[in-house]
């Protein structure tokens, strides 16, 4: 149980070249054959896990949920502390969360999600899958006292919606000071609305 078989082995590790390709040369100029010319392997190889292009970004897309749920790292899910919460919070507002997955990539396949139903249905599982997961944690941080919020789900969509908006107009600036002072900020607010005091936490060692 939890193996993957030698197909689904094999598909991940297409996908892992077809991102690489896509995001060195762009979507649009990444083609099957030169997926199949960088893994040194005949096309044919690649049809027979994925027959189109189009098949192949669904898996990529797929792909973008696996790494986007990497930023909780929960040791204990039945016991989620206020470390835990604290530490997903400045992770979501950092750049480990910005490098989870190429921002041009991203926004081509969002911009992809207006014309082909199938990749809206899959981005708006991607963006219901983190929201689910950080009001999840705030529930279980609400049940141990550690903090009161009153709607953990819209206080879970508020915090994504700074997130999103945070990375989608930090993308366009180049001063790195300016980047990373404007993320703090946002990630200021985002501890208003679970009523924490961050300046407060970072005093104190995160022991999970």
């Not at 529930?139 to 700074?162: G, M, S, T, W």
Request: aromatic share 14%; with cysteine; net charge neutral.
């Amino acid at each position: 149980m939890g193996r993957k078989s030698i197909k689904e082995a094999r598909q991940v590790e297409i996908i892992k070249v077809f991102y690489k390709v896509a995001k060195t040369e762009g979507y649009e100029n990444t083609s099957i054959a030169k997926i199949a010319k960088v893994m040194d392997i005949n096309p044919s190889l690649i049809i027979h896990y994925f027959e189109t292009k189009e098949d192949l970004t669904y898996g990529l897309i797929d792909y973008i949920l696996e790494r986007y749920l990497l930023i909780y790292t929960i040791k204990n899910k039945d016991g989620v502390t206020l470390s835990d919460l604290s530490k997903t919070i400045d992770m979501l507002f950092s750049k480990k969360w910005n490098l989870l997955f190429d921002d041009g990539l991203f926004y081509t396949f969002y911009a992809l999600a207006f014309r082909q139903k199938k990749i809206k249905a899959k981005y708006k599982t991607i963006l219901d899958s983190l929201r689910f997961a950080l009001a999840s944690m705030i529930e279980r941080c609400n049940e141990q006292d550690f903090i009161q919020v009153q709607d953990p789900k819209a206080a879970a969509d508020l915090i994504f919606v700074l997130v999103d908006g945070a990375y989608f107009y930090l993308s366009l600036e180049d001063d790195k000071k300016i980047y990373a002072e404007r993320l703090d900020y946002y990630k200021g607010k985002a501890y208003q609305i679970l009523g924490i005091n961050n300046l407060v936490l970072s005093d104190v060692p995160l022991s999970s």
